[in-house]
């Protein structure tokens, strides 16, 4: 996890330190990538994933935030495996376990009102889910 208090300047600091946790799923081209990170909403989270879907290879990106105890959501989707995954079926998912509201597309979805205290769990359950020769997801 990281705690931060990080600006936009900040952000490719941030990603340099992180592009190297890129988790492969079995079987698959396809990387996975989830963080939460303290002190970011819907914005901050946003740039964060722009810089991860540049990366040319497919991914998976599982981003939570939070921010004076709301709890905010981002799932993003390379285009190129949308018709394997779905950002918002991904999303369901999650606010199923912490509430919240959201939506979006099959690459892009994001939820706000989220449950800070049980984003970080959901995450890694979602995360463990995705790497999972049963993915349901």
Same mark, same amino acid.
């Given at each position: 996890?990281?705690?931060?208090?990080?600006?936009?300047?900040?952000?490719?600091?941030?990603?340099?330190?992180?592009?190297?946790?890129?988790?492969?799923?079995?079987?698959?081209?396809?990387?996975?990538?989830?963080?939460?990170?303290?002190?970011?909403?819907?914005?901050?989270?946003?740039?964060?994933?722009?810089?991860?879907?540049?990366?040319?290879?497919?991914?998976?990106?599982?981003?939570?935030?939070?921010?004076? /105890?709301?709890?905010? &959501?981002?799932?993003?989707?390379?285009?190129?495996?949308?018709?394997?995954? %779905?950002?918002? @079926?991904? #999303?369901?998912?999650?606010?199923?376990?912490?509430?919240?509201?959201?939506?979006?597309?099959?690459?892009?979805?994001?939820?706000?009102?989220? /449950?800070?205290?049980? &984003?970080?769990?959901?995450?890694?359950?979602?995360?463990?889910?995705?790497? %999972?020769?049963? @993915?349901? #997801?």
């Amino acid at each position: 996890d990281w705690s931060s208090d990080v600006c936009s300047s900040d952000l490719g600091a941030l990603f340099s330190s992180l592009k190297n946790d890129f988790t492969p799923i079995p079987n698959t081209q396809t990387f996975l990538f989830q963080q939460h990170i303290d002190e970011f909403d819907i914005p901050q989270l946003r740039s964060l994933s722009d810089q991860l879907m540049n990366q040319n290879k497919p991914l998976i990106a599982l981003l939570g935030g939070s921010l004076n /105890d709301k709890g905010f &959501l981002l799932i993003r989707i390379s285009k190129s495996i949308c018709n394997q995954y %779905s950002a918002k @079926n991904i #999303l369901e998912s999650i606010l199923q376990e912490t509430g919240g509201k959201g939506g979006g597309r099959p690459d892009m979805a994001q939820a706000g009102g989220v /449950d800070p205290n049980k &984003l970080k769990q959901a995450l890694e359950t979602t995360f463990n889910q995705l790497l %999972s020769s049963e @993915n349901t #997801l």
